[in-house]
């Protein structure tokens, strides 16, 4: 299975689609001016607590106050609140973790006023962006991220991934990290680090080591809170570096600096991998040009179509997304209702895992299958859902089905549900249900074309328009851009661009500078 990363880069954000054999599988989208992450680390000060919750407010900067629950403080909060009160006192000169003597566990059945005071500073990490009207989800139990292994800081313990299935690589990773890591210091091995030598990881893991601790450093007793101590990387590399393994064919990048930025990035953690990363300088928007529009298109609305007329039916409210299986025309082609319902379900599992990775749907999601008789196929299906989630990072949990058909599934809620509106205004008449002469349309593009040619003086154009119109001005041995070409002695490229509206077009430079007279 081969796999693409394409990301298109604009001014506010950037966005990132993974193809899998050419199928869009997930849509990631990072505002450029992000103020929170999953994996930021902050100075928080605790606004309040709540006995009845058994939580805290905590102030992080964010609008809303974020939510830290007693279970999430982590067991060695108090060597954590100590090193960070060391490095206060003593105006960040303290020494190394693996130094310190670690204090007892805090009691797991304990209360949060008990640990936490308002007004106290305590160190906490982002687990959830704020959703809808709620604040962040924090977590004093802190983990820093690479991309073979994941530090846990005031621990010991050292755990290598569930999903390396041989047991001998299993126990060469838990041999080889206890021999390396230093002393306090905790340590998840990643699915990624399998095969990897004693150089590399080691090699990481005193990166992981000296980022944290260097945190410290800058710590004094005048510093204001909240304040971000380490940010997590942009969620574009923090992407690649979860995501970027031996089946990577190539990541497209509209953006140069973007580009230079990954390829660096790459070129640290696998320098074999470096020469994937291209700088797309295409005539045709990068999404345009790799089909991810068009997939876009298709999959981000209510009704998604499978195979033989078959489709699905995505609601969502605030407690749970709910998704109905129909088999539509479908029915007619089998020999009897429990083939073809097992049939239209099987296909719908695949499509179904496809979609909550690609809106990353989060909480309850219940799936209302087409009813069938046999036990031995519902737990076809259900092996079947199973077997095409496995290649979901996110966690999650698949309840058997019921005998009405209904298949539960809970999957982890780090962020807002990927939403894209397909629905488009219309073009001609921009919602107010007023038409326009449509027939004075190429007048109106041949006038903006005279305007160009006058006032900005230049001669080498491009026209972008949908590939409709493209067609018609094309069309013909005399077509109307070669009259327009005469005309007014212009070198005029019609391009066209599958992304636009019907009647939307823009004139473009030679640079690809839009030339906009106002």
């Known amino acids: 299975m081969s796999k693409d990363l394409i990301i298109d880069v604009n001014e506010n954000e950037a966005t990132i689609a993974l193809l899998e054999d050419k199928q ?6 990072e505002k450029r001016t992000i103020q929170f992450s999953v994996g930021d680390i902050y100075l928080g000060k605790v606004k309040k607590t709540m006995p009845g919750l058994n939580a805290a407010f905590i102030n992080v900067g964010f609008e809303r106050d974020a939510f830290l629950h007693y279970l999430d403080l982590g067991a060695q909060l108090r060597s ?3 090193y960070y009160l060391s490095a206060v006192q003593k105006r960040g000169r303290i020494p190394p973790v693996h130094k310190i003597k670690l204090e007892p566990d805090i009691d797991k059945d304990g209360k949060i006023q008990d640990v936490l005071a308002v007004g106290q500073t305590v160190i906490v990490q982002v687990t959830k962006e704020p959703i809808s009207t709620k604040g962040p989800r924090l977590s004093s139990e802190i983990s ?3 991309r073979n292994l994941v530090l846990i800081p005031f621990s010991d313990k050292v755990s290598v991934s569930s999903k390396i299935e041989s047991q001998d690589e299993r126990n060469r990773l838990k041999t080889l990290v206890q ?3 230093p002393k306090n210091y905790g340590v998840i091995v990643r699915t990624v680090a399998e095969g990897k030598k004693v150089a590399a990881l080691d090699a990481e893991l005193r990166e992981l080591v000296r980022r944290w601790e260097s945190a410290f450093l800058s710590i004094r007793k005048d510093i204001k809170t909240p304040k971000l101590m380490i940010g997590e990387l942009n969620r574009a590399t923090t992407f690649i570096r979860d995501m970027l393994n031996v089946t990577f064919n190539s990541i497209q990048i509209n953006d140069e600096v973007f580009a230079g930025e990954i390829k660096k990035y790459i070129k640290e953690i696998a320098p074999e991998k470096e020469k994937i990363v291209k700088f797309y300088q295409g005539a045709l928007p990068i999404f345009d040009h790799f089909g991810v529009t068009r997939q876009i298109k298709a999959l981000f609305g209510r009704t998604i179509s499978i195979k033989h007329g078959a489709y699905l039916i995505i609601e969502h409210t605030e407690a749970l997304h709910v998704i109905d299986v129909n088999s539509g025309n479908r029915s007619r082609s089998a020999s009897d209702q429990e083939t073809n ?3 239209v379900n099987l296909e719908a599992a695949t499509e179904i895992a496809r979609q909550l990775r690609l809106r990353d749907m989060g909480g309850i999601i ?3 299958f087409i009813d069938m008789q046999s036990a031995e196929n519902r737990q076809l299906l259900f092996e079947k859902m199973k077997e095409v989630m496995s290649g979901d990072r996110t966690k999650h949990n698949i309840l058997p089905l019921s005998k009405y058909g209904l298949l539960q599934i809970t999957r982890q809620r780090v962020r807002p549900e990927m939403s894209i509106v397909t629905d488009e205004k219309c073009p ?3 919602g107010k249900g007023e038409v326009g002469p449509t027939v004075l349309f190429t007048d109106e593009i041949e006038k903006r074309l005279e305007e160009i040619v006058e006032k900005v003086k230049t001669r080498n154009l491009v ?11 094309k069309q013909g041995l005399i077509s109307v851009a070669v009259r327009w070409r005469g005309r007014y002695r212009a070198r005029l490229k019609v391009l066209a661009i599958p992304s636009y509206h019907m009647l939307e077009y823009h004139f473009f430079d030679n640079y690809e500078n839009e030339i906009d007279l106002g």
Do not use: M, T, W
């Open 24 to 29: 869009l599988i997930e849509l990631n989208k």
């Open 179 to 181: 021999s390396i890591k």
């Open 366 to 368: 219940v799936v209302d």
């Open 428 to 430: 001609v008449c921009f």
């Open 463 to 473: 026209l972008k328009v949908h590939p409709f119109i493209a067609a018609y001005l």
């Open 341 to 343: 319902a097992l049939q």
């Open 80 to 82: 954590l609140q100590r």
């Open 144 to 146: 820093i991220a690479g």
